[in-house]
């Protein structure tokens, strides 16, 4: 009979079990490799019915999902994929619960996915990325703010950043991918691309408007808005009049050049004058010198906020102490969520004289892909479910926070013409579809630091306009030989 008792064995047949378990975690798994000749797509069994708005007539569409086989030798847990912070985006739109919504999705339960915003996280444009590179110590997957005609160029001179569109083309978010091919507006598409290739896809998109309170102007003689700059100037002053230094009459916002002269510019000058061959802005164009002398009409009459020299004006737009500016349009919305959107007006730029119709400056906060990425198409997957202009939580999300959306369809899908909440994004979605990209240089903030200075001494009076561009044009090629 043995000595020992039944708690002693099962003592000794735990350790055994212990022992028996290390050595096996020992061995390393042979990685297994398995060519794909065929891609494999799983239609997900639920469909999804889409009522369009033709009477008696019922699309059914079938969200198609690529089934993603379970990595070999996969490490436990979950794919910690990180992406580098932007603290503005995320403060104004809902990125943090797109994620959350996400990470909790039933394909993570497959591909072990995890997104994460990193605040330590660089831009595209550090070149600390090309060292993480070298050292085989890139973390990132990708920054989720990059302004395209100011950081793109840059990025992918420095190989910090790599196209998109291979991997959007094999996301497994399939029918995502074809709408977004298929619904970005083609400014958006050219102004987030390089060298005929997309690397930018857009987070949000910002489009220069003109904006004005309707109770203000039809106070003053206006309640149809100024046609041109003339009635803007009219009713600029007017309204100081009728007000005095409660409210001011117009609003420019010189010290950023994306944010003003480049737009009003458009409203003097055609497509073809707007640029150089180069890409550069075309200072010296007459239609932008017409701009500068436009500007230096309202602060003469003295019917501008103080501190027209700086970008502090927002904050009296919001607090309802001016009639008109001329401004990115989530400006214009902001203002109309503190003191009432049937108050607000967003138009497209008075044209100048011999325009039909004008352009304006635009831009987007676009999500770029590192080079080197740990996890490139886990980040791609992400990215397309994200964007998709059929994807509620965030499309809506990017209207109610006075963004706009990139995809014409998102618009038709939820913006309400009747909501006076929603519809002034219809009037920036037309100016968007027909804007002109700016060119994707690496000089637009070196045209912008030499310009500014000379700008705002010629609006204090202190040199010509004709002057001011060209000593800001000298600099200009003068840092471009460098």
């Not at 239609?43 to 086989?69: H, L, N």
């Not at 490490?75 to 909790?104: F, Q, S």
Request: net charge neutral; aromatic share 10%; glycine share 6%.
């Amino acid at each position: 009979m043995s000595t020992l008792t039944h708690r002693r064995q099962i003592a000794i047949a735990m350790l055994l079990a212990v022992l028996l378990g290390t050595v096996a975690g020992c061995v390393t798994p042979t990685p297994q490799v398995t060519e794909v000749t065929k891609e494999v797509v799983k239609e997900v069994p639920v469909t999804k019915e889409v009522v369009k708005e033709v009477p008696v007539t019922k699309e059914v569409v079938k969200e198609v999902v690529k089934e993603v086989p379970v990595t070999v030798a996969a490490p436990p847990g979950m794919k910690e994929v990180r992406i580098a912070r932007c603290g503005w985006l995320e403060a104004e739109i809902p990125l943090d619960l797109a994620i959350a919504t996400y990470n909790a999705l039933p394909e993570r339960a497959n591909d072990k996915v995890q997104i994460v915003l990193d605040p330590t996280g660089k831009a595209s444009g550090d070149p600390l990325l090309a060292q993480m590179r070298k050292d085989k110590k890139m973390v990132w997957n990708g920054y989720t703010c990059d302004a395209p005609f100011l950081g793109l160029a840059p990025a992918v001179e420095l190989e910090n950043i790599v196209p998109i569109e291979p991997y959007i083309q094999t996301s497994q978010y399939v029918t995502a991918a074809q709408r977004i091919k298929g619904q970005m507006f083609k400014s958006v598409w050219a102004e987030n691309s390089a060298k005929g290739q997309l690397y930018g896809l857009p987070m949000v998109t910002d489009v220069v408007v003109f904006m004005y309170r309707k109770d203000y102007l039809a106070a003053v003689g206006y309640p149809e808005g100024p046609k041109n700059w003339d009635e803007v100037l009219d009713a600029a002053k007017k309204v100081q009049a009728k007000y005095g230094g409660d409210v001011f009459g117009f609003a420019p916002t010189p010290a950023v050049l994306w944010r003003y002269v480049a737009a009003l510019h458009q409203a003097f000058s055609l497509p073809d004058k707007l640029f150089t061959p180069e890409g550069l802005l075309n200072i010296k164009d007459p239609g932008f010198i017409e701009a500068m002398k436009i500007t230096k009409q309202f602060i003469d009459a003295g019917v501008v906020p103080a501190g027209w020299e700086t970008w502090g004006y927002p904050e009296t737009w919001k607090m309802g102490k001016v009639a008109m500016a001329l401004n990115q349009h989530s400006m214009g919305a902001w203002g109309g969520m503190i003191w009432g959107y049937d108050n607000l007006k967003i138009v497209p730029i008075p044209v100048g004289p011999g325009i039909e119709n004008s352009g304006t400056m635009f831009w987007s906060s676009s999500f770029e892909l590192y080079n080197d990425a740990p996890y490139p198409q886990e980040t791609m997957d992400f990215m397309v479910w994200l964007s998709d202009p059929d994807n509620e939580l965030w499309q809506r999300g990017l209207f109610k926070a006075g963004k706009i959306s990139a995809y014409a369809s998102a618009y038709d899908k939820f913006i309400d013409p009747k909501d006076v909440t929603q519809n002034w994004a219809l009037g920036v979605r037309d100016l968007l579809k027909s804007a002109t990209a700016a060119p994707n240089t690496k000089w637009y903030i070196t045209v912008h630091s030499k310009f500014l200075p000379y700008f705002i001494s010629y609006l204090q009076g202190k040199t010509s306009a004709e002057d001011a561009v060209n000593k800001a044009w000298d600099e200009i090629q003068a840092e471009m030989k460098k």
